[in-house]
């Protein structure tokens, strides 16, 4: 199947195929990062997630070529003219539009609604957001010193909290957090020194996008769609015990709460992305409590996200540009081996799934 799915130019016409050499070097240097996701544990996903895809084929008549291509004409058409609100600079040397777009960031919106899949299908508390909002608030809150340090995942008032929250999000509402006089509240995280006279600080915010953009409304609209959607998954995933859940278990799950694996793969990435950028990583990633690590490292939300990302990245088959901009970004220029590693660990996955068809 040929690949009709690049960002702005394509791939081949770019010229730059001699970055595919650092394939070759990337391949014969082994991770320092042990994977607890073995070999067998991978194919046993491979397996359950293609042979999930088989029977939607026979359930639905749509073939696999069929499929992503109503995806990525999916976010292309509908995801595309509001994915720049998302206001962020191209991960690697600024080539916006050229080795990356910005729609890419919501793959997981495509496989979810490009289908048959309806948002009034599931129930209308939309946990997920209200989780994004609470996570967010309350590291806001620890930053500027007003509560001491806390672990939202092992509160056991956690549900309690949200559901005082849910009619915050009630039809797609995103709140902000403000004082008393209506100003926003932000925190201030890790700051990096750059210069002698230049820092570059992490602001925590409940605001999203870019706000000036004109399709900021739509963005702010679209992502506690797919929040919505989450919600049943994660409320499951919240009564699960620490660390327990493997991957292989909550694809099972997410299948049979939707029904489709092209949606449960969706939600999982989202719900795992979500995670990944609300509040604190260390102090909040309720998601990645529940899960089985997928290596030895701290970043247990961020290395949930960038494995289904890149499992969702293999399916619609760029494995060999996502190959080169994770060993550029994530290998070369920010040196983090261990997200490098789980970003080929699911780009793999993705790509012996594409295989099957």
């Known amino acids: 199947m040929p690949n009709h799915f690049s960002a702005g130019l394509k791939f081949e ?25 073995n070999e067998s544990k991978q194919n046993i996903l491979v397996n359950q997630i293609a042979n999930a895809i088989k029977s939607d084929i026979g ?6 070529d069929e499929r992503i291509l109503k995806i990525q004409d999916h976010l292309k058409s509908e995801v595309q003219p509001w994915s720049d609100a998302l206001g962020i600079e191209q991960p690697v040397l600024g080539t916006s539009q050229i080795f990356w777009a910005s729609f890419e960031y919501f793959s997981h919106h495509g496989f979810i609604f ?6 009034n299908s599931v129930p209308k508390e939309n946990w997920m957001a209200a989780y994004n909002y609470y996570s967010t608030k309350t590291e806001i809150d620890y ?14 008032k956690l549900v309690e909290k949200l559901r005082e929250i849910l009619p915050l999000v009630e039809n797609m509402q995103w709140p902000i957090y403000r004082d008393k006089d209506g100003f ?11 210069s002698k006279n230049l820092k570059r600080c992490n602001v925590v915010s409940t605001g999203f996008g870019d706000e000036a953009h004109p399709q900021h ?12 959607v989450s919600s049943p998954l994660f409320l499951w995933l919240l009564e699960q015990p620490l660390l327990s859940v493997t991957y292989s ?7 049979e709460i939707y029904k489709s694996p092209w ?3 969706g939600a999982i990435t989202f719900m795992t992305m979500s995670d990944a950028h609300a509040g604190s990583r260390q102090r909040g990633g309720v998601v990645a409590s529940r899960l089985e690590p997928i290596i030895d490292d701290l970043d247990l939300p961020g290395h949930n996200y960038h494995f289904w990302g890149y499992l969702l990245k293999g399916i619609l088959g760029n494995y060999y540009r996502f190959f080169v901009l994770s060993f550029v970004h994530e290998k070369i220029i920010q040196n983090d081996v261990a997200d490098w590693t789980v970003d080929q660990i699911g780009l793999s996955i993705g790509s012996q799934i594409r295989s099957s068809f």
Request: a positive charge; proline letters at 1%.
């Open 59 to 64: 359930r639905s008549g749509i073939s696999f």
């Open 249 to 255: 278990a909550l694809f099972a799950k997410a299948l």
């Open 263 to 265: 949606v449960a793969l």
């Open 114 to 119: 490009s289908g048959e899949f309806s948002v």
């Open 217 to 228: 409304a739509q963005l702010l609209y679209e992502v506690q769609k797919a929040a919505l």
């Open 13 to 37: 016409s770019l010229g730059v195929y001699f970055l595919l050499v650092l394939i070759a070097s990337a391949k014969t240097q082994a991770a320092t990062f042990s994977s607890r996701f």
């Open 143 to 156: 930053l500027n010193k007003k509560i001491g340090s806390y672990l939202l995942s092992t509160d056991p």
């Open 184 to 194: 926003e509240l932000r925190g201030t995280g890790f700051c990096e020194t750059l």
